[in-house]
């Protein structure tokens, strides 16, 4: 008579194979196996290190370089961090210098789109993906003759320093790329928000987000086709956000999505 194995297969482990979602864990007694409780441990510290983590604003322009397009740097009204993260409204207006550099910066008969880039809730995902995001998507938009301003990166962003960036810039629709708010095992999550005649006094109605992009969510190249075609959309149709629906015949197969959403 043969004995069981002492391992019995589990019976979710080809489900867990398909999903980042902490599933199927097993357990220990009453208490979770010594492996899961460490990955939760590191996860969760990946997202408070995302959180806390600084925009490396020198790598990122080096990155952005070969667009040939001039590179602003601004501030929000955050003095740092800790101030950013207790008070949200600080991070949605731009610090008096750096309006000014941007209404200097104004091209004659302003431009069709800003694009900003912030750290947001995190840093890591700006850093990671904004660069090759923007590098995807500039040749895009010039290829449908979009009239772009400078690129703007920004430390202590919330999504709506957009409408002052863009009001600044005198441009006809933004959009800011920054980190969202990290999950366990999810640290690296980029957002886009799009909106159409930037100005203080937007709200989230009036905006379209791309979220989750990254390898493991929305990949880059499907972001990028996307948010074109919002920004293109946007600017013939002079309207964003819960007017704007993703209309176009065939969606990429991926794991984001686009939807109206703040976040901010």
């Not at 895009?140 to 962003?157: E, M, N, T, Y």
């Not at 905006?207 to 992009?213: D, Y």
Request: charged share 20%; glycine share 10%.
């Amino acid at each position: 008579m043969s004995r069981p194995p002492l391992v019995q297969p589990d019976p979710w482990a080809d489900l867990r194979s398909l999903t980042g979602a902490r599933i199927a864990l097993g357990r220990a007694g009453g208490s979770l196996p010594t492996a899961e409780l460490l990955a939760f441990s590191a996860a969760h510290a990946a997202a408070r290190d995302a959180v806390w983590s600084t925009l490396d604003l020198d790598r990122l322009a080096a990155e952005l370089a070969p667009l040939d397009l001039p590179v602003l740097r601004v501030r929000s009204a955050a003095p740092d961090r800790a101030t950013y993260l207790q008070n949200p409204d600080l991070g949605r207006r731009l610090e008096p210098e750096g309006e000014a550099a941007l209404a200097a910066a104004r091209a004659p008969g302003g431009c069709d789109l800003a694009v900003v880039v912030s750290d947001g809730l995190s840093a890591t995902a700006a850093q990671r993906h904004a660069a090759p995001l923007v590098a995807a998507l500039v040749p895009a938009l010039r290829a449908r003759g979009l009239s772009l301003g400078p690129l703007v990166l920004a430390l202590q962003g919330r999504v709506a320093l957009e409408d002052r960036v863009g009001a600044a810039l005198g441009a006809r629709a933004a959009a800011i790329l920054l980190g969202e708010r990290p999950g366990l095992g999810a640290p690296d999550s980029l957002g886009a928000y799009l909106v159409f005649d930037p100005r203080p006094g937007k709200n989230d109605a009036q905006r379209n987000c791309v979220s989750n992009i990254r390898p493991e969510g929305l990949p880059i190249p499907a972001a990028a086709a996307l948010i074109e075609w919002l920004a293109v959309e946007a600017l013939r149709r002079s309207l964003s956000g819960v007017e704007l629906k993703d209309e176009r015949e065939a969606l990429p197969a991926a794991a984001g999505g686009v939807g109206v959403l703040g976040g901010g």
